[in-house]
């Protein structure tokens, strides 16, 4: 069976700092790998996927992932963390319906001024 | 109105009461899932209707009762809820394979 395993249930970073989320997928085969964000008492909001083709994807609000086969890991990153970033962090994967994604436990995101 | 609508965004029930939820994706998709989350637990894939057709129900209790009457239309329908179902309920849609999910905000259920 397929799972998303999130290093770090918490992670709190200076505004300005690097983010970095960690996630890492267990699939035999490559899956859709997707980042969402929830905002407080919002739904998740996808900011990025990965399909097919390149391995660095971009996203919305500065964030990026990059796709690494070899270490079965697509970690979430941003160069400088706004106090607007601060959020519950999801990464999923999904084999090939988006219904069927495997979500990981989240990450909550805390930004200091 | 653009994106996926849920209402209530709140609601208080009894364990004896009958409720529905309600979600309208403005999309075009034809995927539709009803997903729970509660808190300290991962994200719950409850329901899954693909052109209208049910095509997964994970395990959940017949109290949990989905209808999806079209492609833009789901409903939860609940009924002798229990104080453990008080979550924040998500709609989501999808074209299918895209792999891509679009939530609503979410229907913060509490169960007294």
């Known amino acids: 069976a397929q799972s998303v395993t999130q290093l770090g249930s918490h992670v709190s970073v200076s505004e300005g700092a690097l983010v970095l989320l960690r996630c890492n997928y267990s699939?035999?085969?490559?899956?859709?790998l997707f980042w969402y964000v929830q905002y407080p008492n919002q739904g998740l909001q996808l900011l990025l996927k990965?399909?097919?083709?390149?391995?660095l994807v971009k996203g919305i609000n500065g964030f990026e992932a990059e796709f690494k086969k070899s270490e079965t890991s697509f970690h979430l990153t941003k160069p400088s963390a706004h106090m607007s970033d601060a959020a519950e962090y999801f990464c999923?994967?999904?084999?090939?319906?988006?219904?069927?994604?495997?979500f990981g436990d989240g990450t909550t995101l805390t930004v200091k001024p | 109105e653009t994106g996926v609508t849920q209402t209530p965004r709140h609601l208080v029930m009894g364990m004896t009461n009958k409720k529905s939820l309600k979600c309208e994706q403005h999309?075009?998709?034809?995927?539709m899932y009803w997903y729970k989350q509660s808190a300290k637990k991962p994200l719950e894939l409850m329901f899954v209707?693909?052109?209208?057709?049910?095509?997964e129900n994970n395990s959940v209790p017949s109290r949990f009762s989905p209808e999806c009457p079209n492609s833009s239309h789901l409903f939860l329908h609940l009924h002798t809820l229990q104080p453990e179902d008080s979550a924040l309920y998500l709609c989501?849609?999808?074209?299918?394979?895209?792999?891509?999910?679009?939530f609503g905000e979410g229907s913060r259920l509490t169960v007294l």
């Open positions: 999309l075009g998709h034809n995927a």
């Open positions: 209707y693909s052109l209208e057709e049910r095509v």
């Open positions: 699939s035999s085969v490559p899956p859709y």
């Open positions: 990965y399909t097919t083709g390149a391995t």
């Open positions: 989501a849609s999808s074209q299918r394979n895209t792999g891509e999910l679009f």
């Open positions: 999923a994967a999904s084999l090939t319906n988006a219904g069927k994604s495997t």
